[in-house]
C-alpha cells in the first residue's frame, strides 16, 4: 500500500509509530522529510494543544491523506514517484498556490495543488496572496519587493468587499439587500461569479436582479466545509445549491468550480466561482426541480425529453430518493432530424444512450478520455482537450465510429435538483442500432473500433447467420494478427489462412458463437470453461470460456485469447468481445493427435486400452485436459546409467492390465480446458489444484521462471514431472506433455510384479561331510557340490530337472527401485543378473540349489 508522506513537514502520529518501530522509510518520501527523521521525529505534541487544536490537527491530517490518496490510488508502478506539489512558500509571505486553467482562470483546490494534466495539458500553479490579502505597494523590507502585506478590510460589510475586489456590478445587485450590510446580524457565504466585470450578468438575469440573490446562502461556510452531498439554501426562496468535489480535489457549487476561497468580511464569507448560478425555479419558464422537468422547460431539450421511455422519465422527475443522473441532450433541430429514419421504440433506444447514472459535472470530466456507462449498460467516450485559439475546454462525445458530438458551452453544466444537463450539438447513435451487416457495410465503424482486418474477412464469408437469433463475436483486433504470424507454435496455420480462403472462413466463423441470450453481457457468463458450440456447420467444434485473476482486476479468456474489456460493444442481436489474440481452430480429435505423434506411442497404448476415447473424451468434450507423457518419459533413468534406453517397469503394469490403465489415464485428465505456457491461464510464481479424473487432487505449480511441475501431496516434487509442450488442441480437448510419468498413487495402482522364469535345477546331496580324499568337505560342496557328488556316488546322489519358478512382488510404498528385505531372485526381476544362487541347509545334510535360467522361455 503506498504510504503517502508527513503533510507540512510535520510527522503525524501514525508515521511516529512507524519510526518507532524502526520500519524503513518509503522510499517515495521527498528529501526533507528523511531529514527530519535522520535529525529525530517532530511528533504534534496534543497535550499542549487545545480540544479544537487536537481536532482541527486530525481533520487537516485526515484531510491531507484523503487528498494524497486520491492523487497516488492510480498509480500502480513497482515505485511510484511522490506528487510534485506546488511551492508558494518559495515565492512570498503569505502567497498561496491554486492551479491555472488554460484560460487563465485560477481554480481553488481543497488539497495542496500538485502537478496533474486536464484536457489533455498540464496545469500550471497559480501563486497570489492568499485570502484575504493583496499585494501592498509600500515596501515593507524583507527579501520580497511586494509583498502581500495590504489586508483585506474584513471590517466592511460583504458588498463593499466585492467591490473592492472588483466585482462592481454584482455588488450593486447585492446592495438591494440590507441584510447583508447590517452589523451583529447573520452571517452569509456569498458566491461571487466570474468574470469581474459582470458582463454575464445582465445576459442571464436581464432586469431580474432579485434572482442574483440565489448566490447568498445563510451561515458562514469555509471551503473546507463544502464536501460532496452538503446542500446549503439559498435566501431567494430557500431554494438548494448542491455542494460536490472532484476527485482530485476542487470544489463545486451547482456545478460550477470554486476559484478562490474563504475571503472574510463583517457579515459572512466570500466565495469566488466561475460562473453565475440559476436558481432552481428557473429564470423564465425554465424549471430545474428536477432533471426531466428542465429537459422538458429548455427549449432546446424538449423534443429530446419527448423521446425518452416513460419509465426513464419517471426516474428523471424522481428527486426524493437521492439518485442523480446526468443526461447530455442533443439539440431540437438535430433530434428532429431522426425522425424520419427510426421508428418510436428505436428512438427511445437512443435517447436512453444519453443518460448515465451520477453527478457528472464537467469538471468531472478531465481526463483526455474518460469512459462513462450509460443507462443501457453501453460505454460512452468523453473526450475533453484545449482549443489552441481562445485556450477553452472543450469536450466532446465520440461514438463508436469515430465521429465526435461537442458540449454546447453555455448550455453544459445546467444543474437541477438531482441531476445535469449538457446540452450537445447532435445525438449520438449507439452500437445497439448496428446489425453486423451494418458494420460490415461501415468500414470506417470497424476502422475505428480497430477491428477492420477481421470484419474485411468476415465481408466475404457466409457466416450462416441468421437475423432472428443472438450471437457473440470474439473479434480479433488489428495486432491480433500480427501476434498470430509472429507466434512460432502457430505459424504454419497462419500461412494457410493467407491462402486457403475457406479455411479462413472457418477459423473466421469460429470466432462466432450462437447463444440464447447468455453470452450478451458479461453479467450472465456463467464461470469456467462452458463450452459454446461455434457457428460452422456439421462440426463439434467449441468456444470454451474461462476468466483469470490480474492485478488490475477479472479478465474473460476465450481459449487463449483474452478480452480485458469486460463491456461488449453490443450491436442489433449481435455482442462484440475484443480480444488481442485469434483462436486457432482445432481440426482433429485428441485421439487423433496420439495416433500421429509418433512419441506419443507408449500413452496412446495406455489410452486406447483404458478406453478414454468412449469413456472420458467424448462425455468431456471440450473439457478435456489429457497429460501426456512423451516416449522418452518413460525410459528408465537407471537404464539411461548403463548407456542404455529400457522403459520402466510400471508400462509393462498398464499396458498389461486394464483396470491400471484406467485408473493412470483418468489420473492424467482434467476435466476442464485449460491452456498454459505463456498464453495461457497461469502466471509465473502460482500454485493452482485441479481434482483429476481419478479423484486424485493435482497440483499444477509454474516457477517464477515459467517451468510447470505437475504432482499432489504424497508424491516427493523431486519426482513431479515436467511439462515440455503445452498447447495442443483437439476438437474434443487439449494435450500437455511431460518429460516423465506421473507416479499413480498406491490407492489406485497397486504394485504388482509377477515374474515366471523356467531354470534347469542341479541338486546335488551327500549321506555325510565325512567323504573320502576331500579336505574341508563343507567349504568344497559350497563351490563346486556337482563334482564332489560325481566323485562319491555311493554316499552322494545327483538330479538334474526342470522346473518353472513364479515370483509376485507386492511394493506397499511406491518406490520398486529400492525394495527393502527381498530375495536375490526378485531383484533378478530388475538386474536380470544372468544366474542367481540359492544356498539353504537341511538337517544334517547340506544342500546347494543351482539354478541357471533359460531367458526364451520367461514371460512377464
Same mark, same amino acid.
Given at each position: %500500500? ?52 487536537? &481536532? %482541527? ?63 489533455? &495539458? ?213 433530434? +428532429? ?47 475533453? +482537450? ?25 448550455? +453544459? ?23 453486423? $451487416? ?112 490480474? $492485478? ?149 505449480? %509454474? ?80 563351490? &563346486? ?76
Amino acid at each position: %500500500m503506498f504510504v503517502p508522506p508527513p503533510v507540512s513537514g510535520t510527522i503525524d502520529a501514525r508515521t511516529s509509530m512507524k519510526l518507532a518501530s524502526k520500519e524503513p522509510i518509503p522510499a517515495h518520501w521527498p528529501d526533507h522529510y528523511r531529514s527530519v527523521v535522520v535529525g529525530g521525529p517532530q511528533i504534534l505534541n496534543y497535550s499542549t494543544h487545545s480540544s479544537s487544536d487536537k &481536532k %482541527m490537527g486530525v481533520a487537516l491530517l485526515v484531510l491531507a491523506y484523503i487528498c494524497l490518496s486520491t492523487v497516488t490510488a492510480i498509480r500502480f508502478e513497482q515505485n511510484p514517484s511522490p506528487p510534485q506539489y506546488a511551492k508558494p512558500d518559495q515565492y512570498g509571505y503569505r502567497m498561496c498556490a491554486s492551479w491555472l486553467l488554460a484560460d487563465g482562470t485560477p481554480i481553488y483546490s481543497g488539497c495542496d495543488p500538485f502537478k496533474t494534466k486536464r484536457c489533455g &495539458k498540464e496545469l500550471e500553479f497559480d501563486y497570489r496572496c492568499c485570502s484575504g490579502f493583496q499585494h501592498s505597494n509600500e515596501p515593507l523590507g524583507g527579501p520580497s519587493s511586494n509583498p502581500c502585506g495590504k489586508l483585506i478590510p474584513q471590517f466592511d460589510d460583504c458588498p463593499s468587499v466585492i467591490e473592492e475586489l472588483g466585482f462592481r456590478k454584482f455588488a450593486s445587485y447585492l446592495k438591494n439587500y440590507p441584510e447583508l450590510t447590517q452589523r451583529n446580524g447573520q452571517p452569509y457565504t456569498i458566491f461571487v461569479p466570474l468574470p469581474e466585470d459582470g458582463g454575464d450578468l445582465d445576459r442571464i438575469y436581464g432586469g431580474n436582479t432579485r434572482t442574483v440573490s440565489y448566490h447568498v446562502v445563510r451561515g458562514r461556510h469555509y471551503a473546507d466545509d463544502l464536501r460532496t452531498g452538503v446542500k446549503l439554501k439559498s435566501i431567494y426562496n430557500d431554494e438548494d445549491i448542491e455542494i460536490s468535489r472532484t476527485t482530485y480535489g476542487s470544489v463545486n457549487v451547482e456545478c460550477t468550480e470554486i476559484s478562490q476561497a474563504d475571503i472574510e468580511c463583517k457579515s459572512g464569507l466570500i466565495h469566488i466561482i466561475r460562473r453565475p448560478l440559476l436558481p432552481r425555479s428557473g429564470l423564465g419558464n425554465l424549471n430545474k426541480n428536477s432533471v426531466m422537468s428542465l429537459l422538458q422547460s429548455n427549449p432546446e431539450t424538449l423534443e429530446f425529453a419527448k423521446a425518452l421511455p416513460q419509465e426513464l422519465q419517471q426516474d428523471l422527475s424522481r428527486v426524493e430518493g437521492g439518485h442523480f443522473y446526468t443526461v447530455t441532450a442533443p439539440t431540437s433541430n438535430s433530434w +428532429s432530424s431522426l425522425r424520419g429514419r427510426y421508428n418510436r421504440e428505436q428512438l427511445e433506444d437512443i435517447a436512453a444512450s444519453h443518460v448515465s447514472k451520477g453527478l457528472k459535472c464537467t469538471s468531472n470530466i478531465i481526463k483526455g478520455q474518460q469512459t462513462f456507462t450509460d443507462m443501457q449498460g453501453q460505454p460512452m467516450k468523453v473526450e475533453c +482537450s484545449v482549443n489552441p485559439s481562445n485556450r477553452q475546454e472543450i469536450r466532446k462525445i465520440t461514438d463508436a465510429c469515430g465521429d465526435t458530438h461537442e458540449f454546447v458551452d453555455r448550455q +453544459s453544466d445546467l444543474m437541477a435538483a438531482n441531476g445535469v444537463v449538457h446540452v450537445i450539438r447532435s445525438p449520438v447513435i449507439p452500437m445497439s442500432q448496428l446489425t453486423l $451487416k451494418d458494420l460490415m457495410d461501415r468500414p470506417e465503424c470497424a476502422k475505428f473500433q480497430n477491428i477492420d482486418k477481421f470484419i474485411n474477412v468476415l465481408r466475404e464469408c457466409d457466416l450462416y447467420m441468421d437475423g432472428a437469433s443472438q450471437y457473440a463475436v470474439i473479434t480479433p483486433e488489428n495486432s491480433a494478427f500480427d501476434w498470430w504470424s509472429g507466434y512460432a507454435q502457430f505459424r504454419p496455420e497462419y500461412q494457410r489462412f493467407q491462402v486457403d480462403k475457406e479455411y479462413r472462413c472457418e477459423v473466421a466463423r469460429y470466432h462466432i458463437v450462437k447463444h440464447n441470450g447468455n453470452l450478451a453481457n458479461i453479467q450472465d457468463f456463467s464461470g469456467h470453461t462452458d463450452g459454446h458450440r461455434s457457428n460452422n456447420r456439421n462440426d463439434y467444434l467449441y468456444e470454451t470460456t474461462y476468466f483469470t485473476k490480474g $492485478k488490475m482486476g477479472s479478465t474473460l479468456n476465450w481459449h487463449y485469447s483474452p478480452v480485458n474489456n469486460l463491456q461488449p460493444l453490443k450491436l442489433k442481436n449481435t455482442s462484440i468481445y475484443k480480444t488481442s489474440r485469434i483462436n486457432v481452430m482445432p481440426e482433429k480429435n485428441i485421439t487423433n493427435i496420439l495416433e500421429e505423434r509418433k512419441d506419443f506411442s507408449h500413452t496412446n497404448s495406455i489410452t486406447k486400452i483404458a478406453g478414454m476415447e468412449e469413456n472420458v473424451f467424448k462425455k468431456k468434450a471440450p473439457k478435456n485436459l489429457y497429460l501426456v507423457t512423451t516416449d522418452e518419459g518413460w525410459i528408465d533413468p537407471r537404464s539411461r546409467q548403463l548407456g542404455k534406453k529400457l522403459v520402466s517397469p510400471e508400462l509393462a503394469r498398464y499396458e498389461g492390465h486394464a483396470t491400471l490403465a484406467e485408473n493412470f489415464a483418468k489420473l492424467n485428465h482434467v476435466p476442464l480446458y485449460l491452456w498454459g505456457g505463456d498464453i495461457g491461464y497461469f502466471e509465473k510464481n502460482s500454485v493452482h489444484r485441479f481434482m483429476s479424473s481419478a479423484g486424485v487432487e493435482l497440483i499444477f505449480w %509454474m516457477d517464477d521462471k515459467g517451468t510447470m511441475r505437475i504432482g499432489y501431496d504424497e508424491l516427493p516434487k523431486s519426482e513431479w514431472p515436467k511439462v515440455v509442450e503445452y498447447n495442443l488442441p483437439g476438437r474434443d480437448g487439449i494435450i500437455w506433455a511431460l518429460d516423465g510419468f506421473l507416479r499413480c498413487p498406491n490407492k489406485l495402482c497397486a504394485l504388482q510384479l509377477e515374474d515366471k522364469d523356467t531354470y534347469t535345477f542341479y541338486t546335488a546331496a551327500c549321506l555325510t561331510s565325512d567323504l573320502e580324499g576331500e579336505v574341508d568337505v563343507k567349504r568344497a560342496f559350497s563351490s &563346486k557340490p556337482t563334482e564332489i557328488a560325481k566323485r562319491h556316488p555311493t554316499q552322494c546322489l545327483l538330479r538334474t530337472s526342470l522346473r518353472t519358478c513364479q515370483w509376485r512382488v507386492m511394493n506397499t510404498n511406491n518406490s520398486y527401485p529400492y525394495l527393502p528385505s527381498v530375495s536375490p531372485l526378485s531383484l533378478d526381476l530388475f538386474s536380470r543378473l544372468p544366474q542367481c544362487l540359492l544356498a539353504f541347509r537341511c538337517s544334517k545334510l547340506v544342500h546347494l540349489l543351482s539354478a541357471k535360467r533359460h531367458p526364451l522361455n520367461r514371460r512377464s
